[in-house]
């Protein structure tokens, strides 16, 4: 089975930065994922980590440590239009799938 | 290309009808999968495929049938709604590391 605990709310001031942290517990890791997802709407990628380290992307980076069960996204120079909720997925290779199972989400506001 | 695409957009049940969900890429994506959405509860696994011609259970099957008789669609049955059905279903379809979702049917089962 999966369980991925991520906070279910932040809030931060435009211009600053944000670590949504997200662990997790799984048989058959296989990677994590982010995705943005405003309200209303679909899920978007954001980011995806199978090894140790930090991936960035722009405004936007990912951490991953693999023996510690734990990620985090980190979001730089926030925008108003940064608020949305933040999921974090595990992707599982136990069924032969690789399916994802996802958190609950962290609904980030970014206030002026 | 369209990528994902769910019909419809919104529909209203009674408790006890059917209906199916419609879900559609033009990606060539073998893996495709129906989650649900409730508040509080994250996206959910509902039933998933790995190519045409197979179906599989995920974290909440129940009350779901699905089937997969071509790449492109992956149809989502109700066989009779219930008010604990009431939820945002995405569709959603996957190459390599990439999982693209489509735009969701919010139902309401009354």
């Known amino acids: 089975g999966q369980n991925i605990d991520q906070p279910t709310e932040m809030t931060a001031t435009e211009g600053a930065i944000v670590q949504i942290n997200c662990t997790y517990q799984t048989s058959g890791f296989n990677g994590l994922f982010w995705y943005q997802q405003h309200a209303g709407e679909a899920p978007t990628f954001l980011s995806y980590?199978?090894?140790?380290g930090l991936e960035e992307k722009g405004r936007f980076s990912s951490f991953l440590s693999r023996s510690k069960g734990y990620s985090y996204l980190l979001l730089k120079e926030l925008q108003m239009k940064d608020s949305a909720s933040y999921l974090c997925a595990v992707r599982d290779h136990e069924t032969g799938a690789n399916n994802l199972f996802f958190g609950t989400g962290t609904r980030l506001t970014v206030i002026p | 290309n369209a990528g994902v695409t769910q019909t419809p957009k919104f529909q209203v049940l009674k408790t006890g009808q059917s209906m199916t969900l419609q879900c559609a890429q033009d990606?060539?994506?073998?893996?495709m999968s129906w989650y649900r959405q409730d508040p509080g509860m994250g996206l959910r696994l509902i039933h998933y495929s790995v190519g045409a011609g197979i179906t599989d259970q995920g974290e909440v099957p129940n009350g779901y049938n699905v089937s997969r008789s071509t790449t492109e669609d992956f149809p989502l049955r109700l066989l009779s709604a219930a008010p604990s059905q009431t939820s945002v279903y995405f569709c959603?379809?996957?190459?390599?590391?990439?999982?693209?979702f489509g735009p969701g049917t919010r139902l309401t089962v009354t």
């Open positions: 980590n199978v090894l140790d």
């Open positions: 990606m060539n994506h073998e893996y």
């Open positions: 959603a379809s996957r190459s390599g590391s990439g999982q693209y």
